[in-house]
């Protein structure tokens, strides 16, 4: 039977607090940033989760490794408190971040070369018109 593990972390990341959703399921990773401002008090996080859990886009799956953990309370315990101590995000949302960000980067980049393929296809019609116009009274 397959697991599904979510985690947030939040930290403050100058000047703002951001949070990192990681979502584990069947050996890969995705991860998605979001940027809550001010310092979000637990009652925020967790309205947030409820009400827009369902819109986040999560990066492209990245492969990792899943570690069984033993189910022992104190030993479930030492890891909170560790990574209640650990700032930041793993590497491996890192990567899965990144390559979000680099899908994010070639969609843009598609899309500002289609806008101004048609601007340029717009002007050389009104160059056209225009010379059509001039020749019209001969």
């Known amino acids: 039977m397959d697991k599904t593990n979510g985690i947030l972390t939040v930290f403050f990341d100058e000047p703002f607090w ?14 998605v940033k979001v940027t809550f401002g001010a310092e979000p008090k ?17 990066s492209p799956a ?5 570690k069984r953990t033993a189910d022992n309370p104190k030993r479930r315990q030492r890891n909170a ?5 650990t700032v930041g995000i793993g590497t491996k949302s890192q990567q ?3 390559l979000m ?6 969609e843009r980049r598609q899309l500002t070369k289609e ?24």
């Open 101 to 106: 960000q680099e899908a994010m980067k070639t």
């Open 81 to 85: 408190r560790k990574q209640l101590n």
């Open 42 to 58: 637990e009652s925020e996080i967790h309205e947030f989760v409820l009400k827009h859990y369902c819109k986040l886009k999560f």
């Open 18 to 31: 951001v949070g990192v959703f990681e979502h584990t399921q069947k050996g890969r990773l995705s991860a």
């Open 62 to 66: 990245v492969e990792t490794k899943v």
């Open 115 to 138: 806008q101004h393929e048609a601007e340029k296809q717009h002007h050389f019609e009104l160059r056209q018109q225009k010379r059509r116009e001039k020749h019209k009274g001969h």
């Open 96 to 98: 899965a971040l990144k």
